[in-house]
């Protein structure tokens, strides 16, 4: 990672530059069986293809606010870099009726529906596939991703001291973020090559930073366990010598 990276969005592109092929993500569901490998240059893709979704369909604009109510997955860490690129406060389990645009899964649909502004549903179905059908009220993410550009540049230049994200009542501009996360990331012993095994939900900031910025802001990567209790200690032991864990947050 360099010095001058002041976003996530800035780890990313170094990430991209340093060594794309590494792994960057992996995500597994124990209730579903799930399990999801995304190396540097597959996330940036994913990421860049939202972000596009974001600045251009949704038209989203830096400073706007997005209510994303998503648990701990491979695809609310998109949004999260996503948000980033943009300059969108991404307000994690925020109130929909205060925020210019909301990005929910299948189960909070409901709640989802009180923005005014762009709705965006997952289905977080394996493989990021569809819903059946999309909900009334909502774009399907998995069917508008897919067109949008592989690669993304902001129309105004996100400002490292404006917020970036909000959860758990507190707000945090891009560079506090990441001086946060590289906090975290020594407190955990986490070095360049380090792989994070969390259970960790994503409604805190020790959620989110142990699930995505932490091992981001290091040169890291994270196996990103959903459902985790379900696993049982021996399948975790398992887990950790499969997936060459070196370090824990769960």
Known sequence: MNATDRTPADLLRSALATDPARPLVTFYDDATGERVELSV???????????????????AEPGDRLALLLPAHWQSAVWLLAC???????????DPA????VVSGPDTLEAARACRGERVALALRPLGGRFPQAPEGFADYAVEV??????????APVDPDAPALAVGGAELTAAQLLARAREDAAALGLTAGSRLLTG???DTWEGLSAGLFAPLATGGSVVLCRHLGQLGEDGLAKRVESERVTNTAV
């Open 200 to 202: 960790r939900t994503y």
């Open 146 to 155: 897919p067109s949008q550009g592989d690669r993304f540049t902001p129309f």
């Open 41 to 59: 240059a597959t996330f940036a893709n994913w990421v860049a293809k939202t972000a596009n979704l974001l600045q251009g369909d949704l038209a």
């Open 98 to 101: 205060g925020a210019d645009l």
């Open 84 to 94: 980033s690129s943009v300059g969108v406060i991404a307000d994690v389990q925020g």
